[in-house]
């Protein structure tokens, strides 16, 4: 069935550097989503991408989608305390609509 | 949020004993869907309902069953529980087309003795 890979699986970043998780499937997505959880919360939706190549920013976060659309990533410019979490991708394949797989997740943790 | 309650938000059980779950919406959307989140695994389905009466089966419905006899109910039953089953399960729901985003429940930690 459909794998979506996440990494890197934990980060830890001073405050103020930048942050990077990438997130890779064994098929190709139709649109691919991204959530993140707070510490003890439940996962919250942040965008969805769904053409081939698209680019998408919410202030200092920077979501791609690969051209074949079978890769993603999630960049964050100048972290701060509030970026911590995990961070999940998550997918469609073109074969099972109702089915969002989710990739493993990246913790994210900011030191002050 | 969306309005979505999950019941009990924590659970402990004994290997064996049957176990439900419960979800609640007030948004009157179409689908539901039950997650259980573990560490290294992420979100993996479990079971999905498009429709009361109407359910099919997610990557990890083995030992689960569901039940939704009403749109605004999505019950997760674990007929008997085993360790494995230890986890926190989210419930989710969607409105409008397919790939819409998900709004998750608060969860429920549930922990088999």
């Known amino acids: 069935g459909q794998q979506v890979m996440q990494i890197p699986q934990y980060q830890h970043v001073q405050e103020g550097e930048d942050f990077t998780t990438y997130c890779n499937s064994s098929t190709t997505l139709s649109n691919i989503q991204w959530y993140k959880q707070r510490p003890g919360g439940h996962p919250v939706f942040l965008i969805q991408l769904v053409k081939s190549g698209e680019v998408k920013k919410q202030k200092r976060l920077t979501f791609q989608f690969g051209e074949a659309k079978k890769n993603s990533s999630l960049h964050i410019t100048a972290t701060q305390t509030t970026d911590v979490g995990t961070y999940f991708c998550?997918?469609?394949?073109?074969?099972?609509?109702?089915?969002?797989?989710f990739g493993s997740g990246t913790q994210l943790t900011v030191l002050p | 949020d969306a309005g979505i309650t999950q019941s009990p938000r924590h659970k402990v059980t004994e290997t064996g004993t049957p176990v439900t779950l419960r979800c609640h919406q007030t948004?009157?959307?179409?689908?539901m869907y039950w997650y259980r989140q573990d560490p290294g695994h992420g979100l993996r389905l479990i079971h999905y309902s498009y429709g009361v009466k109407d359910t099919d089966k997610g990557e990890v419905s083995d030992g689960y069953s569901v039940s939704r006899s009403k749109t605004e109910d999505f019950l997760l039953t674990l007929e008997s529980a085993t360790s494995s089953q230890t986890s926190v399960y989210f419930c989710a729901i969607q409105g409008g087309s397919y790939n819409s985003p998900l709004h998750f429940g608060n969860g429920t930690r549930l922990t088999v003795t």
């Open positions: 998550a997918g469609y394949s073109s074969g099972s609509a109702r089915q969002l797989t």
């Open positions: 948004e009157n959307h179409r689908y």
